[in-house]
Structure formats: C-alpha cells, structure tokens
C-alpha cells in the first residue's frame, strides 16, 4: 500500500474556511499545525486534524459544516469514497475520541480531546492564529502539539518528537 499524497494547502485552507464560515469554533493540531508552525524536517501530513468546542450549539453548526463539505467516513473495510453520514449535533455528541473523514477538499479528522489534552478549551488558551492561503487558521502552540504527541506515544508521533523538541527549544529570533 502506497502512502497518501500529502494535503495541499489549498485544500487544507478550503477546508478550514468551509468550517470558519459556518462559525465553527476549533483549532488545528496534528501534522498540518506542524506545517504551519514551520517545523523543518518534518514531512507533510496527508490530512488535516482538527479539535473542535463540543458545546451543542458549536456541535449544531460542526454538523452544518460537514455536510457542505460531504464529509463522509473513511477507515479501514469503508469504500475508498467514504460511507456516507448525515450529520447532526446528536451523533457528534454521542462522539468519544475521533472522526476519520474524507471531504470534497481532502481528508479531515476531527479529535475530540487529543492525547494528554483536555480538547478544546485546553488547546484555545495558547493557540495562535497562522495565515493559510486567503484565511486564517487558529492553531495549536507547538508545546501543546509537542504534550500531546508524548502522551500518545505512538510511533510516527516517537520519530517527531526530536524535532519539534529541538525547534521548541530555539529562540523564535533562531526559527
């Protein structure tokens, strides 16, 4: 099986610009928060993680988002077009660890509270807003993204970690 090819920004941007125009309230991690906090030697991610507010009204319009972009499941043993979901606040509420999806744009995976995090209220305090393409992204600080890649503990995660420990540790002036 050959790897995925890596999310474009386009694609991300259209992404995050789909879930800002219907007010959703969530910050980017994983390896596309990498790639905007400019983290070099790390290779690009094949989609695009997302933690969102999991209050009912912000649930309400995560649901309105996901099914303008066609958000369908993807996984192991679905169709390589995803099986398709119709979206509500309920179902999203019922939600416990992570969505794998396929959208019109790219995958997008959704974390409700990422490894060695409180989800979102915990990662909003410190994240910081980094321009993609024509909008703005509300992203994990890198010492959040760095917490939770320990706690999870996985490989891919274990290989990372010296870099982002590394660019962690320069001064922003050496970034």
């Known amino acids: 099986m050959s790897d995925p090819e890596p999310l474009s920004d386009e694609a991300a941007a259209a992404i995050i610009e789909t879930l800002r125009s219907h007010g959703v309230r969530f910050v980017v991690i994983g390896g596309f928060a990498i790639q905007l ?14 933690t969102p507010d999991r209050k009912r009204k912000n649930l309400e319009k995560l649901a309105a ?8 499941l993807r996984g192991a043993g679905l169709p390589d077009e995803g099986m398709p979901v119709e979206w509500h606040a309920d179902l999203l509420e019922r939600m416990d660890l992570a969505l794998n999806l396929i959208t019109t744009f790219g995958p997008l995976d959704i974390a409700l509270r990422p490894s060695g995090t409180d989800g979102y209220i915990d990662l909003v305090r410190n994240a910081e807003e980094i321009p993609l393409g024509g909008t703005v992204a509300l992203t994990a600080s890198l010492a959040d993204i760095v917490r939770s890649k320990e706690a999870a503990g996985r490989p891919k995660d274990n290989l990372a970690l010296p870099v982002l420990l590394e660019h962690l540790r320069r001064s922003p002036d050496d970034r």
């Not at 906090?37 to 997302?50: I, N, S, Y």
């Not at 988002?65 to 369908?72: I, M, N, P, T």
Request: no cysteine; charged share 25%; proline share 5%.
């Open 37 to 50: 906090h400019q983290v070099p030697g790390v290779g690009r991610t094949a989609d695009l993680d997302v």
């Open 65 to 72: 988002a996901l099914a303008a972009l066609d958000a369908r």
